[in-house]
């Protein structure tokens, strides 16, 4: 049940550069979807066009069974009933936090009698109680985005609309900000998009995430099924980190990679044979063990889940605390993969290491 | 070069930096208004103090009468400045306006246009019997009455608001840049249409710059004595400015004078007072992010109307004005009407070569102009360095004294370095240093104020970095800051420069046959009815002005005089 449809949206900026190109995305009811991208990917200028800030210069956006902007016609934002998050939360400095809170209430069909109420409630819901006669000039960045929040939700709207809510804020607040984030759409079941740049932000908020890169999806889905089943190269190296090698896919899913790697991957019926592909391997499914150790019993060296076994030499370690990371030079290629390992592993560089990788962990990506 | 030594030494000079800076501003600053209060309540010719100067100054019936005009004019001015210049802020910055650049253009010219030529062109326009557009009106209508009389109080607030209404453009269009679009975007997805917006966001946070801009209006218009001068004193009223000049006819009464001097004093500190709190209100900035401009509003076929409006005022302010004092400046002589054989550059060669006083005054004037730039720029550059680097402690109390200036009107300013030097052990009355004085001390705010402004956006980093690499304060001074502060210290100086040129309220109470500048011999020669020579000196100040702006906005970057 699709809440909002954009279809093959596109909006130019000047003459021909294009924020976003011929883009269809679905967003369903009561989900929070995230538009995560690096900065220029066309995620805002999505938002905007979502919220009626811009018309589009091709395509078209519904609600329900309602258009709301075309080439020709936009209806405009304050008759959407939509709310919008802003990056700088956009507060009105000149109006008491109540104020701010109720603005909205005053363009619905909600008597002035109810409002007391709505404001309480709105205010217990971001945990501002009693701030309702401050002015946003007292209050504290993570305060001020609260009052914005609860200005967003007071309204009820159709749709909630997040530009990267969390970005001025520090680093401990955003952290406890993503739970905070969840937890509100859970309570409330309101259909949000949510813009970011940050991964773990859209890992931690988002039901599905929409990988955006140069104004278009590159894919949508869970977050486990983005950070696990990346579908392209891109997606795969903007959401955590990998391991990606260029190849030909030949039988039995074998990829022969760009550096004489040979890698057994459980390539789909998607990938015909022969096509050229990319291999995408997490860091952490590549098991390390000192060569000494080959054929003990943690690595049972027959078994089909560990085809992929070479040798190979730790070239760089690093410690991190909570792991190790490692770069290990395959013996008789030219490719180095990254691995992590637990952070008691401690191989020294120099070391003669047996890689192992199973085959279900090399996903081919586009 | 051992860093420590030059630390060490210049530590060593601090308290003498700072006590020279202080006694600078002290004898700028602090002594004039001393004496001037002093003066107040002071026996006139005698001893002791007493309070019979201000009962004198207030409790006479005829030198009440110019107090209520005063408050009037300046309200009026400070309304009319409004409803002229926040529309057209808006309009400029807000809107698909057409000419939008030209707009800017003519109202910084109307910025730098003194108001007292503003009311001697409107004398040639707006006369009751020779005003060109009266003379005009009544040839086409056969009518006997004049269509305008400049000589009026309503005259008057109307040629006074042509060039006050920039301060409000400036300071209403600045707020209206500064606002986030993101603010208003909000607004818009709860539900309020572009009128509410406006309304209920944009109006309100643009208000205290529009509230700040009709104080400064207020203000000027209140301690303002070229265009009163000219226009209400022959309409047979004063003001508060103009009377404090006539107490100093013979006989002089400089006693009274500084007592009815006090609430001119009085109002403007609190006022400055209540501008500076309202425009830096707390709350009023807000967290980063999308600080971009809104798209313009398209005005639809409002835009030529909007057009329309901002063309006439600025054809009052400038265009008509201008055309009027070239008319005068290029005409053989006033009554011989339209022709091109009445077509001359004589009175320029008259009153640059010929006449004594206009070219003495010309001479005095672009002397008094440079000296005073030149050591208001070097002055507070040096000061306005060290309290923001904070070199010293105390640099506050020099940057308060630099500021303090901006709350005392010239004309009352004046009574008191009339007092303070017009006798023994500093006799510099009669002499063109005195009016240097006056000119220094109004000017300090100007040039502290564009110094530190200039001196914000060098980074002490940008300093701590050579310093790092081995150069040592003065060196990294030398190569780093003076080469990025230098653009701010040219600003300082034209931005004192400029209005040297044209200052009237303090010189016309300090000056003597011997130390004229052209501002006094214009008003004096207004006075003689010599339009010619009156429209030659104003040309040559206009076009002086308006060559220096061009220039420096061509050279020292869009930043300078922008608006």
Redesign the interface.
Known sequence: MAAVRLQALTKRFGEDVAAVRDLTLEIRHGELLSLLGPSGCGKTTTLRLIAGFLAPDAGEIWLGDRRLSSPRETLPPERRGMSMLFQSYAVWPHKTVGENVTYGLKFRTVPRADWPRRLREALALVRLEGFADRYPGELSGGQQQRVALARALVVEPTILLLDEPLSNLDAHLREEMRFEIRRLHEASQITTVYVTHDQAEAMVTSDRIAVMSAGRVEQVGTPTEVYERPATAFVAGFIGRTNLLKGRLGADGRVACEGGLELVTAAGPEHPPGAAVAVSIRPHTVALAPAAGVGTPAAPAADDAWRNIFTGTVTRAAYFGDAMDYQVAITGTDCTLRAAGAPESRLAVGQAVVVRIAPDRCILVR | MPAGATGQGRRDAAPAVWLLSAAILAVLVVAPLAILLVTAVRVPEGHGFTFTNFVEAFGTAIYQGPVGNSLVYATAVGILSVILGAPMAWLVTRTDLPGKAVVRTLTIAAFVTPSFLGATAYVILAGPNAGLLNVLYRAVTGAEAPLFNIFSMTGLIYVTSLYTFPVVFILTGAALTAT?A??E?????????RL?VMR??TL??ALPAIVGGFILAFLEALVLFGAPAMLAIPARFHVMTTQIWAFFHYPPQVEVAAAYAMPLLLVAVGLLWAQRRLMGR??????????AAAPPVRLGPWRWVACGGCGTVLLLAIGLPYFALLRGALAKAWGLGWSWQNVTLRNFRYVIFEFDPTRAAIVNTLELATVTATLAALLMGAIAYVAQRRLLAGARVLAFLAMAPLAIPGIVLSIGLFKAYSRPPLLLYGTIWIIFVAYLTKYLPIAYTACHAALQTVHVDLEDAARVLGANRLVAFKDVTVPLFGVGLVSAWLLVFLPSLRELSSSILLFTTRSRVVAVVIYTLYEEGLWEAVSALGILLLGLTLLLVAVAQRFLGRRFLQI
């Open positions: 986030p993101d603010l975007d909000a607004a818009r997805i709860a539900g309020a249409g509410a209920t966001i309100p946070l707390r709350g009023y900035t807000t967290v980063g992010g999308r600080a």
